[in-house]
Antibody, heavy 126, light 111 residues
Framework: QVQLQESGPGLVKPSQTLSLTCTVSGGSISSGSYYWSWIRQPAGKGLEWIGRIYTSGSTNYNPSLKSRVTISVDTSKNQFSLKLSSVTAADTAVYYC??????????????????WGKGTTVTVSS | QSVLTQPPSASGTPGQRVTISCSGSSSNIGSNTVNWYQQLPGTAPKLLIYSNNQRPSGVPDRFSGSKSGTSASLAISGLQSEDEADYYCAAWDDSLNGHVVFGGGTKLTVL
């Protein structure tokens, strides 16, 4: 059974870069046709999708964060990572990683996040 | 302001049937499938419904989803106290090179 675990600094200073890693266990990150995604949730607020990556390196990002976000994958370590630059207090949130599975439609695929990590809290403060 | 619109709250008594709506547009719900996530207090979201109306293994058949046009609904029948949680709808949006959009979430209270 695939499990995901987020890790990284819990405190980041304003203007610096937030870096998180998601480690995949119980299966290979390269097996199957999965995307791997990051989502965040400020305290008391809703979910915000950050972006996703395929093991080929293909990415999609939230347009509102695109200029500051980089998602990468390291298949040798069975991990994928998030970097968010120039952070402010507004980036304080619980950050989740998730596996993205797909259902085949007519000439398209429809995606859904079926396995989630437990989340890690990141606070942006000096 | 979320791209998908959900009521902020819903409530029901044990045994009742409740529905939660999710409204979008032609670029998201209108042209893609809808997924629903359940978030129990203090925990990570969990996939509840995918592809509009499909339940992952282990999700009780009390939970059902539907979609019509640019709107979707989640129905919970035989409401139980453990269903008290936040519920989020989500869909792919074809605009701006494609991205996932969420609803603002609906807090379900079991009275």
């Amino acid at each position: 059974q695939v499990q995901l675990q987020e890790s990284g600094p819990g405190l980041v200073k304003p203007s610096q870069t937030l870096s998180l890693t998601c480690t995949v266990s119980g299966g290979s990150i390269s097996s199957g046709s999965y995307y791997w995604s990051w989502i965040r949730q400020p305290a008391g607020k809703g979910l915000e999708w950050i972006g996703r990556i395929y093991t080929s390196g293909s990415t999609n990002y939230n347009p509102s964060l695109k200029s500051r976000v980089t998602i990468s994958v390291d298949t040798s370590k069975n991990q994928f990572s998030l970097k968010l630059s120039s952070v402010t207090a507004a980036d304080t949130a619980v950050y989740y990683c998730a596996r993205v599975s797909a259902v085949a439609g007519t000439m398209v695929y429809y995606y859904y996040m079926d396995v989630w990590g437990k989340g890690t809290t990141v606070t942006v403060s000096s | 302001q979320s791209v998908l619109t959900q009521p902020p709250s819903a409530s029901g008594t044990p045994g009742q049937r409740v529905t939660i709506s999710c409204s979008g547009s032609s670029s998201n719900i209108g042209s893609n499938t809808v997924n629903w996530y359940q978030q129990l207090p203090g925990t990570a979201p969990k996939l509840l419904i995918y592809s509009n109306n499909q339940r992952p293994s282990g999700v009780p058949d009390r939970f059902s989803g539907s979609k019509s046009g640019t709107s979707a609904s989640l129905a919970i029948s035989g409401l139980q106290s453990e269903d008290e949680a936040d519920y989020y709808c989500a869909a792919w949006d074809d605009s701006l090179n494609g991205h996932v959009v969420f609803g603002g979430g609906t807090k379900l209270t079991v009275l």
